[in-house]
């Protein structure tokens, strides 16, 4: 069951569900073309996995889930930096609506779990793959269940894995269920 854990952790990884979910934008949004979707990709996703990449290779954290709390507020900085730089990109080529405001609700997840992670290890997993199951699932047939069972499995990896308590995944995902419901709401 480890290797399961291990293994859903790997493809639920932040980066990865943050690719996803701004990947899918355009499937979403018929009227949001794919070169700002690209740019968001980049800027919000790639720039910091090869940031993250690169800290673990030179040390500077001890795996790319970052499980060490204290390890976090670097590569949680380095992220800001790289979606405000997104977002003064996107606002440059003026980008559709919908892709600044996706961006904008990613930027407030992270400021609420990077500030959580300051004196308290939230499950940013969670958190995401919360605020990922809303924007891609539910609109779905079925798509709420879908949801529901995503978001469990996850938490479930997290847990099972030893690297989160059943109260931080709960507090991730209710964390990305409260961001992905301001954005929907907006939107």
Known sequence: MEKYAKFISHIASPPAIVTLVLLSTPLRYPHVTWPPTVLATFFIGLIPWAALIWMRLRGRVT?????????????????????????????????????????????????????????????????????????????????????????????????????HTPTQVLAGTLTGALVSLGDLLVI
Do not use: Y
């Not at 204290?70 to 997104?86: D, K, N």
């Not at 605020?131 to 099972?160: D, K, M, Y």
């Open 63 to 163: 795996d790319v889930h970052v499980t060490q709390r204290h390890q976090r507020w670097p590569i949680l900085l380095v992220t800001l930096i790289s979606i405000l730089g997104g977002i003064g990109v996107l606002l440059a080529i003026a980008a559709p609506t919908q892709m600044i405001v996706e961006v904008l609700f990613m930027l407030a997840g992270l400021l609420i779990v990077g500030l959580v992670n300051l004196v308290w290890k939230l499950s940013i997993h969670a958190a995401l793959t919360a605020f990922a199951a809303s924007h891609c699932l539910l609109g779905l047939p079925a798509g709420a269940q879908l949801a529901v069972v995503v978001i469990a499995l996850v938490g479930w990896a997290r847990i099972r894995s030893g690297h």
